[in-house]
Each structure stands twice: as structure tokens, then as C-alpha cells.
């Protein structure tokens, strides 16, 4: 399908093109015309590309059917409707896009009318979440430029970055507002046509992801554009336009000013997409991943921590490939366990019990990272478990191999100290011991932990027999019976 289209845009571009400097007028029939704005336009000079029916691949058929639904409504109200962004990305390369967002000339309020049960999210965006059957349809209405809104409508911080913007434009200025070319095609079924205004399409051609505008200046309007990049990047094995790629290793600091809520959904989509061991090596090719987790970073020297890290993402990676189960906790933990590691050896040399050294460098090392990404409850519950876990699978003797199968979290600590050895950080041997247990029928069980018992390390040190009639011989040795005891 994509040897289809490059030859579709190898024939599109042998054509004389007839729309250029257009791109400020809808399509005849394609909905109700905006009012003009009260203050001069400030988008970039744009030539509009319109790829007909016959020289795409995209086919309506491949659209949600919840999709269409908003689209044919909005139109039918006298509104234009287009499919915009990673669905017509991921349409023309051949993918199966998750989701669909529409991009429209109505404001959220107008759209809100004509969608029961929709409702307006957001205030630094200001989006319509519109629901058909059991798919939400994320509308958008076209963005202007930022500075020509009034205060209440468009505000920066300090650095530059966008605090609110709903300033509304049209096709061309919300074309030109968009991020990546890539990520600024427009698709309507009035016609089932493409409408590019940044040379999208020729991006997708020579594979690269290119920013709209000035690189530095819309990284510091929304330093999560450099995250994006990469992750663009990664997963459609794109190669990073070099003047979009320049200014990221400078403004990675930038990424402190995010809300760590925001950044950890950011994580996730980067590192739990199935492209995690790639997306990786991008953010530290940038320098960005110090950023994120600083104190993996710090580790990262370490060979057996690097290994750790890449192996914990290579496995996500195939787990979701796979449509296997996963979890940030189990990522999480990998992540940060180096640093757990190397802060409880710390806290082990200078006196402190292992159990306890433990805790502590997990309290300390958790702490740090709140402050770059959050972790909800949910997930940091079950990373702790897992660390604390692993001080426990080496004593099987007795009644506790059995308890430990029993854990709800048994199976993520197994597999996580499967990823230690895989990573050089302890010795094997370990593991496959609960393997083999898992797998052994009952007698086999008890003979394993009798043979675990003998041959193993012990335990714990051998602190006596408890003498169980102490507590009577003592008040046996005390005058009068006892008696004159204040407990008595």
C-alpha cells in the first residue's frame, strides 16, 4: 500500500498545480464559511495540495463508522468536517489508526448541539468529546494564531509556553498550528480528498518528521512537542528532520515546566506502545530521557543497568506485539530498580539491614521521581511489591515457597528476577529453581524445598529455641510468687 502511494504522489507532483495560494476557501459545498477575524491573520504563507480520490489510497471504508457519523453531521449543519492528524497519517502508510479526530469550523459549543451526551473538555485546548455508540470522537475546532487572541483566550508562561489557547481560525491557520506535517492532513468525504497546506505528504514520502514553523519557538510553546517528535519518530520509522532534531538537546530542561500527571501519560504512550527499546534510544540520543527518569540515567554506565533497562523494554515490546497483558508498575519498577539497587548497597555499607536498606532507597528513589512524572497508587503499589519480593524468593525453606506462589504478585516478582539475570545483576540459577517449581507436580515440590533447605544458604541465623514457659519461671523466681510485682 505504501509503493501505491508513492507512486500516486510521484504522479500527483508530474501535474500542474492549479490550487496554489488557495487554502483560505473551503471547498465549494463543504460547509458553512467562517466569519472573517477583526484582526490581520498571522499564518505562514501556505499553497494549498488537494489529492483527489484517484491519486490516494485512503478509502472511507477504513474510517470508523463513528467517524463518518460526526463528520455527516457536522456537514449536514452547515459546518466543514475533515479527518485530520494520525488517522490520515496512519491511513496512507498502510496502519490501523486506534482512534479518529475530526477538525471543524464549529466552536465546541455549536458542536455540542448536535451530539447527545457530548461535553466540552479541557481549558488549555478546549475539545468536544463526542460520543457515538461506544466510540468517543474527539472534535476540534480550526486554532487560530495564539497572539491574536485576547487575554482570555490565548496566554503564555514565562518560557514561552502555551497556558491557554483557544483562539479559532480556519483550515489554512489551524493547518499551519499543527505540529508535524505529517500530522497536518486533512481528509473529506465531501469528495474524499486530501487537503495538505505543510508538504505532508511529501514528508510521508521521503519518511521524515518535520515541524511546522520554527522548531525552538513551538518546542517552548509545548516542550511535550519534543517527546512527540521522537516517539513519531520510533514508531513510524521516521528519521527526524535535522533542523526539527537541532534544538532538542538544548531545550530538554524545558520538560521540568510539565505537570509530572501529564508527563506520565507522555511515558506511557512512549514506552508502552511497542516501540519502547527504539523510543529509548532516541530520548538518549536527544538527551531527553534525563529529563524523564533521572535517576535510571545516572545508572545507565553501568552495564548491567543498561542491559536491565533495554531488556525490560525489549520484553513490553513483544508483550504487546504479542497482545500480552502489561503494566507500567512492572516497566516502572525496571526502571527504577537500578537506582533502588545501588542506593540500598549504599545504605547496607554503612550498617543498615538489608530489609529495611531496601525500604528506604525505595522511598528515597520513588520520591525523586514524582517530581519529573507522577506514578498513581495503583501502579507504585505494585512496584514496591515487586522490589520487595525479590528479598524473599531466595528463602524457600520450610512452608515459604508455597506462600510465595500464593502472592498476587508472584508472577511479576518471578518474572522480574528473571530480568535480573537475564542482565548479568545476580547470578542464574535462581530462577530456573522457580520455574521448575512452578512446573513440578506436589511430591516434587516438597522434595525441591527439602533440597533447597539442605543445600541452600539458610535462612536466617539460628537464634535458639524459645523457651515457651519463660514468662511463668520468671514470676517463679520473683519473691512471694510474684506477688509484690507492680504488674501483679
Known sequence: MFNSLISSIKRWHSKPKTDEGAGTQPPSGSGKARQPSSKPSRSRKTSRVVVPRSDHCLSRRDVSRAALTVMKRLQEAGFEAYIVGGGVRDLLLGGHPKDFDVATDATPEQAKQLFRGARIVGRRFRILHARIGREVIEVT?????????????????????????????????????????????????????????????????????????????????????????????????????????????????????????????????LLMSGYGERTFELLCEHALWPHLFPDNARQLDNPEALALTRQALRNTDDRIRNDQRVTPAFLYAALLWPAVNSEQKFLTEKGIPPVPALAQAAQKITSNQLVHTAIPKRFSMPMREIWEMQSRLPRRGGERAFRLMEHPKFRAAYDFLLLREDSGEIPAGLGQWWTDFQQADEEQRQQMVRDAARNGPRDSKSRGRRNRGGRNRNRNRRPNNGADHPSS
Do not use: C, W
Open 141 to 269: 475546532t480550526f486554532r487560530g494564531h495564539h497572539s491574536d487572541g485576547e487575554a482570555h483566550e490565548a496566554q503564555q508562561s514565562e518560557h514561552g509556553m502555551l497556558l491557554r489557547d483557544n483562539v479559532y481560525g480556519d483550515l489554512e491557520s489551524d493547518a499551519v498550528r499543527r505540529d508535524f506535517t505529517v500530522n497536518a492532513l486533512y481528509y473529506t468525504i465531501n469528495g474524499f480528498e486530501i487537503h495538505d497546506y505543510t508538504g505532508g505528504i511529501r514528508d510521508i514520502e521521503q519518511r521524515q518528521i518535520r515541524m511546522i514553523g520554527d522548531p525552538a519557538t513551538r518546542y517552548k510553546e509545548d516542550p511535550v512537542r519534543m517527546l512527540r517528535a521522537v516517539r513519531f519518530a520510533a514508531k513510524l520509522d521516521f528519521e527526524i528532520e535535522p533542523a526539527t532534531a537541532a534544538p532538542l538537546e538544548e531545550l530538554a530542561p524545558l520538560l521540568r515546566n510539565i505537570a509530572p500527571a501529564r508527563l506520565f501519560d507522555e511515558v506511557l504512550k
